[in-house]
């Protein structure tokens, strides 16, 4: 009964910028910590980014100054700003919400992933 929606991902010449987009839809009553991350073909899903309901951010080492992470609370909606993009920065990207789907429970939700390609 949760659906999260992405959308921005695509292709792009290094240094360039993207700007992706996840949307939480369906019925729920509230949306906690939302969250990006990304896996590379033959490695590991890692988290790229996260955000609190309150706004607290953290960020893995291999973004930070290059990408933010920012949330529309009304919207259910989080966004990751993607600049000076490198080829390393390839993989497809997920994002993840903990959702409160009654009152007295949440749980985690994933997106189906959007590829991010990098050229040189």
């Known amino acids: 009964q949760v659906q999260l929606v992405e959308s921005g991902g695509g292709l792009v010449q290094a240094g360039g910028s993207l700007r992706l987009s996840c949307a939480a839809s369906g019925s729920f009553f509230g949306v906690n910590t939302m969250g990006w991350h990304r896996q590379a073909p033959g490695k590991q899903r890692d988290l790229v980014a996260r955000i609190t309901s309150g706004g607290s951010t953290d960020y893995a080492d291999s973004v930070k100054g290059r990408f933010t992470i920012s949330r529309d609370n009304a919207k259910n909606t989080v966004y990751l700003r993607m600049n000076s993009l490198k080829p390393e920065d390839t993989a497809v990207y997920y994002c993840?919400?903990?959702?409160?789907?009654?009152?007295?429970?949440?749980?985690?939700?994933w997106g189906q992933g959007t590829q991010v390609t990098v050229s040189s």
């Open positions: 993840n919400a903990d959702v409160m789907t009654i009152p007295t429970s949440h749980r985690g939700y």
